[in-house]
């Protein structure tokens, strides 16, 4: 079982920065990759950024060079740096965490969501 917990977000004027931080809590210990997924009123949820086990980053193209994820060692925690944002960034935010199964398939576990509001 995986537990996250989202936290950092927050109403912001255009170009200015937030942090958003996931925490994450229970007794799995084998996490393949953890990222942040948004999604905005009317649309899909989309991947924002995931970063694997071994450090590997990816980013969607509409964040590339102002969006930074990172993590501690043992993936306990992952933050999103997020910098020069937008008003198309305003999204609710999701943690994600993709933990391998017995059957040698994936399984998603997601964190609560933190609203981002861009605007002035």
């Known amino acids: 079982q995986v537990k996250l917990v989202d936290s950092g977000g927050g109403l912001v004027q255009p170009g200015g920065s937030l942090r958003l931080t996931c925490a994450r809590s229970g007794n799995i210990f084998t996490i393949s990759a953890m990222g942040w997924y948004r999604q905005a009123p009317g649309k899909k949820r989309e991947l924002v950024a995931s970063i694997s086990s071994g450090g590997i980053t990816d980013y969607a193209d509409s964040v590339k060079g102002r969006f930074t994820i990172s993590r501690d060692n043992g993936m306990n925690t992952v933050w999103l740096q997020m910098n020069s944002l937008k008003p198309e960034d305003t999204a609710v935010y999701y943690c994600?965490?993709?933990?391998?199964?017995?059957?040698?398939?994936?399984?998603?576990?997601w964190g609560q969501g933190t609203q981002v509001t861009v605007s002035s």
């Open positions: 994600n965490a993709v933990v391998p199964t017995m059957s040698g398939g994936m399984y998603d576990y």
